[in-house]
T-cell receptor, first 115, second 115 residues
Framework: NAGVTQTPKFQVLKTGQSMTLQCAQD?????MYWYRQDPGMGLRLIYY???????DKGEVPNGYNVSRLNKREFSLRLESAAPSQTSVYFC??????????????FGSGTRLTVV | AQSVAQPEDQVNVAEGNPLTVKCTYS??????LFWYVQYPNRGLQFLLK??????LVKGSYGFEAEFNKSQTSFHLKKPSALVSDSALYFC?????????????FGAGTQVVVTP
């Protein structure tokens, strides 16, 4: 079982460049999430997708866009990267997020540096 | 809105000694409470959860946590720490009554277990 797969694992961008972080899960989960992790701030929700075809903003959505391509895949796009977006990005999934006494399954993360 | 506090940035403990990682929360209504662990360069892994019922919950790797409603706490404990328990620990909460409430994560507590 692969679980939640994120690509790439590492990326360095120049300010103003764009990129897409990919996430795929093979657990038939309905809900998917994008978080960023910064030292001393824990995990902050960027966007989430309750189910295929829906996306919603989280706590820190500015500068990001998402696409729920199908039930398996949920991508995060940075249109014009800024140094403040330097962070570790985690994708997560959950069977039924709205009924969550379920926890999340996390990917291994993407470490992004914007210079 | 819910919130989570992990008052200690770091906990240092000698191998074989008891380990406690503190978590307090604020949420409307009854909480769903989770603990996750993150090893270096890895995603978060589920440890245990409190949904309802017995206030003492047992989880993976010998960890347990006690839900205390009056003190709004959910401290993580292990009777005898191992060097391999050295990691970053996150507490997370969401209200049980909020259908699409997302989890709020604490800032994390770094646990260092010395031989």
């Amino acid at each position: 079982n692969a679980g939640v797969t994120q690509t790439p694992k590492f990326q360095v961008l120049k300010t103003g460049q764009s990129m897409t972080l990919q996430c795929a899960q093979d657990m038939n989960h309905n809900s998917m999430y994008w978080y960023r992790q910064d030292p001393g701030m824990g995990l902050r929700l960027i966007y989430y997708s309750a189910s295929e075809g829906t996306t919603d903003k989280g706590e820190v959505p500015n500068g990001y866009n998402v696409s729920r391509l199908n039930k398996r895949e949920f991508s995060l796009r940075l249109e014009s990267a800024a140094p403040s977006q330097t962070s570790v990005y985690f994708c997560a999934s959950s069977p039924l997020g709205g009924l969550a006494n379920y926890g999340y399954t996390f990917g291994s993360g993407t470490r992004l540096t914007v210079v | 809105a819910q919130s989570v506090a992990q008052p200690e940035d770091q906990v240092n403990v000698a191998e074989g000694n008891p380990l406690t990682v503190k978590c307090t929360y604020s949420v409307s209504g009854n909480p769903y409470l989770f603990w996750y662990v993150q090893y270096p360069n890895r995603g978060l892994q589920f440890l245990l959860k409190y949904i309802t019922g017995d206030n003492l919950v047992k989880g993976s790797y010998g960890f347990e946590a006690e839900f205390n409603k009056s003190q709004t706490s959910f401290h993580l404990k292990k009777p005898s720490a191992l060097v391999s328990d050295s990691a970053l620990y996150f507490c997370a909460v969401r209200p049980s009554t909020d259908s699409w409430g997302k989890f709020q994560f604490g800032a994390g507590t770094q646990v260092v277990v010395t031989p």
